[in-house]
């Protein structure tokens, strides 16, 4: 999966709201969102999608996961730790600058 700045629309059965405000659908934009306020532990941060067959989902569906981005290496990862993707915006050696360094 590559991950890209196009905004997804959400579902049209979904509130005007909570179009605007749904950080679960996942998105560049929404991955940011999350992390301002995403716990970090063990060298992760733990975040919350929308998930379809355990991975991450650009639409709303019944399910959410969580998943964990880890900025040492620009990858999220599904439940079991598998590489969901790579993406090199979130990857500390090519210039990322993890929220959490911000809060300490």
């Known amino acids: 999966m590559h991950l890209n700045d196009k905004k997804i629309e959400p579902n049209e059965n979904m509130s005007d709201d909570k179009k605007e405000t ?12 999350q992390l301002e306020s995403a716990p970090y532990e063990l060298g992760y941060y733990v975040l919350r999608f929308y998930s379809k067959d355990g991975r991450p989902s ?3 569906t019944d399910t959410i996961d969580e998943f964990y981005l880890y900025p040492s290496g620009g990858t ?16 500390i050696y090519r210039g990322f600058k993890p929220p959490h360094l911000k809060r300490d």
């Open 22 to 33: 749904d950080v679960h659908i996942i998105s560049y934009e929404n991955i940011h969102k």
């Open 58 to 60: 650009d639409e709303p």
């Open 76 to 91: 999220l990862r599904d439940k079991n730790f598998n590489i969901v993707f790579y993406d090199s915006r979130f990857d």
